[in-house]
Each structure stands twice: as C-alpha cells, then as structure tokens.
C-alpha cells in the first residue's frame, strides 16, 4: 500500500458502503456481513421495460440499508460509493449480455448541479464505462430545474413532472446506435422514460438503463 493510502485509511479508516461498519484490509467497500444479505434482484426480475425505454437493468432493491446509503451518496456527499456501486451495475450488465455503442447518463439541471456539487449519475456512468473499456459521452442536457421526483407522488404527477425537461445535445453520436442510459435508481421509470423519449426521437435504435437499484414494487 502507498504511504498516501496508508496515511488517508489511518485518518479516515474505510467503511462498508452499506452499514457504515470498519472494513479490514481484505474487504473491498462492502463487509462480509453486508455483501450476502443486501437486498438483491432476483436474477429472474433484474429487467424492467418502461416505455421508450427497451430494457432497465437493476442488480439491488431500494430498501433498507442500500437507499440509506444512496441518501449518503446523493446528498451527503459520499461520492466514493459510486465505485463500488458501479461493480455492481457492471456485473448485472455483464449477466445479462448487454452491449452499447455509447454510455450516457440521466443529467442534473445546472441549478441542482450547483447545489449539489457533482452529478451522482455522471459519476457512475464514467465509472461503468471504464469498467467496459469505453468513454462516457454527454448526451443530454436538463433545460429546466424541476422538482425532486420523489416528492412529486403518483407516476402520473411524475411523468407530468418531467415532461420536456431533456435534450439531446449531441444527435450526430445517438442515431442509430445502442445507448447505454446510467442512473442512480429508477422507481416507476417516469425520468428515465423522458430521457430515452429525447434519444429515441434523436434516432437512437435502442435505449438500455442501469441503475443500481430499483423499487420493491
């Protein structure tokens, strides 16, 4: 281990990403009590289709420990979860035999990215598309700051919400291709519907997501 590394984990030991409990130098972000007892998707369910949007990909449940920690990892600053997340998305992906031509994601309004400090979303699609050996492209912008989805209530309100909030910016790189569409959890598909709508109607031939967890419903 570097000196850096050894001096950072001395200041800031490692915890799991999940319960929050002390890692030991052989675990890799989630304990060994975590890692067989998170909420996972039966293999059976992990495919979800919305509309516009031909498959959705989702390897966790947003239960339990797993929405506390993507509460840290949206809002509380836990930006290093997305590694560890993104092993996650990138083992479902590869189980499931998906391939893309592009990896995108589900952007924040510049107002929201301002607050917040960073892209939750971003940062996993970069860190999937590495695991891939691609290069995420920005495709999509958010034209205007809308209200937070999980506040909005029914999917009608929320489908309401978010209608026309996204553009495609780049059409030359989406017509006819296959477009890996990353986000951080999907609930009843409303955002990323809209999204895949835009990528759809800018010629995209088939538009994949992946999230790293879905609802229990």
Known sequence: MKLFDWLLDLIYPPR??????LLDRREKGVCRFCRPKLPYVPADG?????RNVDKCLSPLYYHGSVKDSLHRYKFGGATAYADIYSE??????????????????VPL???RLRKRGYDQAELLAKLIAKHLGQRPVRLLKKLRDTPPQS????AEKRRANIAGAYACLRPERVQGKRILLVDDIV?????????????????AKEVICATL?????
């Open 46 to 50: 992990q495919v979800q289709h919305f």
């Open 109 to 111: 309004s510049r107002r």
């Open 187 to 203: 609930t009843t598909g409303a955002t990323l519907s809209e999204a895949a709508k835009v990528l759809k109607k800018a010629g």
């Open 16 to 21: 799991c990403a999940f319960c929050r409990r």
């Open 151 to 154: 506040q909005t209530g029914s």
């Open 88 to 105: 996650f998305i990138v083992k479902c992906i590869d189980e499931n035999q998906i391939s893309c031509d592009s990896i995108t994601w």
């Open 213 to 217: 967890a879905r609802s229990l419903r």
